[in-house]
């Protein structure tokens, strides 16, 4: 069973950075995407960043040049570096990989302070 567990979220003043990890555990070898996800209050879920099994790298606009998708050292893990962060960055953020079908994980929560 593939399981997704996401870490690093936590609060920040406006113009921090923090660093998301995702590590996924499983029978699944090598994902086709591992992306992130946000969603904040009252608002639909959002794609924030993808990698592809070739590294291809998709950005929301919201955060190019801020954001940086990466993956991790272990096998089917992935980061998020957050820079410049905003108060419109505060959301819980969801790791995402794809192998035929969709698979999330919990969520962390980042909250960024004016």
């Known amino acids: 069973q593939v399981q997704l567990v996401e870490s690093g979220g936590g609060l920040v003043q406006a113009g921090g950075s923090l660093r998301l990890s995702c590590a996924a555990s499983g029978p699944i070898f090598s994902f086709n995407v591992m992306s992130w996800y946000r969603q904040a209050p009252g608002k639909q879920r959002e794609l924030v960043a993808s990698l592809t099994r070739d590294d291809l790298i998709n950005y929301a606009d919201s955060v190019k040049g801020r954001f940086t998708i990466s993956r991790g050292n272990a096998k089917n893990t992935v980061l998020l570096q957050m820079d410049s962060l905003k108060p419109e960055d505060t959301a819980v953020y969801y790791c995402?990989?794809?192998?035929?079908?969709?698979?999330w994980g919990k969520g962390t929560l980042v909250t960024v302070s004016s």
């Open positions: 995402n990989a794809y192998y035929g079908t969709q698979y």
